[in-house]
């Protein structure tokens, strides 16, 4: 990271601001680049950070090629944040999240290659394993893309990796922030299904998830942070006192029941490490031998937010909520 320059796509998004804040504190970079093309985010990105002669502002949609390009210029690291997210909005507006999550994902590889750019991390979600969503399919597109991207690489120093991980505790897309307006409102909150389990993170893990995935990288992994598991019905009891009134909506168009992060059919190449599981690329990538400390997963391994070992209690979502 000495001396070197990092650029974040969708860097005015809860993720994205985050993770800029926090490589403010690490004064080895050069220069810190945050890539959208919202401006009144970058304004209040900016007002809310303060001046730091290493930070830029690009405006800028990773649909446009030529414009990702120019913003890539002396760039060492990328961590690809931007995408399309609302699941029931993509079911109804399919070609835009392709033109931005498959497409504008394409865009990147092929500008961070043109680019001679060092390492590209992008970000992934529960939603591209075994998708029943059409979000979760462009992601799970824009993955194997970024995987693929490590066997045309050829001589250029380009590496690249995914990142999956879970819902984001108190990101803006998150269902904590939606049920507390409306507790703020009094109004009833809308359950869609009581048997529904996630896969759950704070921000500041999804961060440091990155920040050691960017450190190990070696090109063609899919990191899997070990994160613990929620029941819908404990955060409601977590969120509000007990009588507070729900009503079910059933399940959105595009939504699972549980998640998933690993499926059964990835379970021959994957390892598990002390706070992760790695899944291997298919093709064949001689740099990407298990190291040492990996472990095979069973072969009948699945990684689902259901059958997971690890659970959030009632106290301890009460506690994150809190904090």
Same mark, same amino acid.
């Given at each position: 990271?000495?001396?070197e320059s990092i650029l974040i796509t969708g860097g005015t998004g809860s993720f994205g601001s985050?993770?800029?804040?926090?490589?403010?504190?690490?004064?080895?970079?050069?220069?810190?680049?945050?890539?959208?093309?919202?401006?009144?985010?970058?304004?209040?990105?900016?007002?809310?950070?303060?001046?730091?002669?290493r930070l830029r502002f690009f405006i800028g949609d990773i649909r446009d090629k030529e414009r990702?390009?120019?913003?890539?210029?002396?760039?060492?690291?990328?961590?690809?944040?931007?995408?399309?997210?609302?699941?029931?909005?993509?079911?109804?507006?399919?070609?835009?999240?392709?033109?931005?999550?498959?497409?504008?994902?394409?865009?990147?590889?092929?500008?961070?290659?043109?680019?001679?750019?060092?390492?590209?991390?992008?970000?992934?979600?529960?939603?591209?394993?075994?998708?029943?969503?059409?979000?979760?399919?462009?992601?799970?597109?824009?993955?194997?893309?970024?995987?693929?991207?490590?066997?045309?690489?050829?001589?250029?120093?380009?590496?690249?990796?995914?990142?999956?991980?879970?819902?984001?505790?108190? %990101?803006?897309?998150?269902?904590?922030?939606?049920?507390?307006?409306?507790?703020?409102?009094?109004? !009833?909150?809308? +359950? @869609? &299904? #009581?048997?529904?389990?996630?896969?759950?993170?704070?921000?500041?893990?999804?961060?440091?998830?990155?920040? %050691?995935?960017?450190?190990?990288?070696?090109?063609?992994?899919?990191?899997?942070?070990?994160?613990? !598991?929620?029941? +819908? @019905? &404990? #955060?409601?009891?977590?969120?509000?006192?007990?009588?507070?009134?729900?009503?079910?909506?059933?399940?959105?168009?595009?939504?699972?029941?549980?998640?998933?992060?690993?499926?059964?059919?990835?379970?021959?190449?994957?390892?598990?490490?002390? &706070?992760?599981?790695?899944?291997?690329?298919?093709?064949?990538?001689?740099?990407?031998?298990?190291?040492?400390?990996?472990?095979?997963?069973?072969?009948?391994?699945?990684?689902?937010?259901?059958?997971?070992?690890?659970?959030?209690?009632?106290?301890q979502l009460k506690k994150l909520i809190t904090n």
């Amino acid at each position: 990271m000495k001396n070197e320059s990092i650029l974040i796509t969708g860097g005015t998004g809860s993720f994205g601001s985050a993770f800029v804040t926090s490589l403010l504190k690490n004064q080895k970079w050069r220069r810190i680049v945050v890539f959208s093309r919202d401006e009144l985010k970058q304004l209040k990105l900016r007002e809310l950070i303060g001046a730091d002669d290493r930070l830029r502002f690009f405006i800028g949609d990773i649909r446009d090629k030529e414009r990702i390009s120019r913003a890539l210029e002396g760039i060492d690291t990328v961590v690809h944040a931007a995408a399309l997210k609302q699941v029931d909005t993509g079911e109804y507006n399919p070609i835009e999240f392709i033109k931005t999550n498959v497409y504008g994902s394409n865009n990147l590889i092929e500008a961070c290659l043109d680019n001679n750019v060092g390492n590209v991390i992008a970000l992934s979600t529960d939603k591209a394993s075994s998708p029943i969503n059409l979000y979760g399919a462009t992601k799970l597109t824009a993955d194997k893309l970024f995987i693929a991207a490590n066997s045309y690489s050829g001589s250029k120093p380009t590496r690249f990796s995914v990142v999956r991980y879970g819902n984001v505790l108190g %990101s803006r897309g998150s269902v904590i922030p939606f049920f507390q307006s409306l507790i703020a409102q009094s109004e !009833s909150l809308p +359950i @869609t &299904d #009581l048997r529904m389990t996630r896969f759950w993170i704070t921000l500041s893990d999804a961060i440091d998830f990155v920040h %050691s995935s960017l450190r190990i990288m070696r090109g063609g992994e899919l990191f899997v942070p070990k994160i613990p !598991s929620m029941r +819908i @019905t &404990d #955060l409601i009891k977590a969120l509000v006192p007990e009588g507070y009134p729900t009503h079910i909506v059933g399940i959105r168009p595009g939504e699972k029941l549980h998640e998933e992060m690993i499926g059964i059919g990835e379970s021959f190449r994957t390892y598990v490490a002390k &706070d992760r599981f790695i899944v291997l690329p298919s093709f064949v990538n001689n740099r990407l031998k298990p190291l040492r400390d990996w472990r095979a997963v069973h072969e009948d391994f699945c990684y689902r937010s259901d059958t997971n070992e690890d659970w959030l209690t009632i106290d301890q979502l009460k506690k994150l909520i809190t904090n």
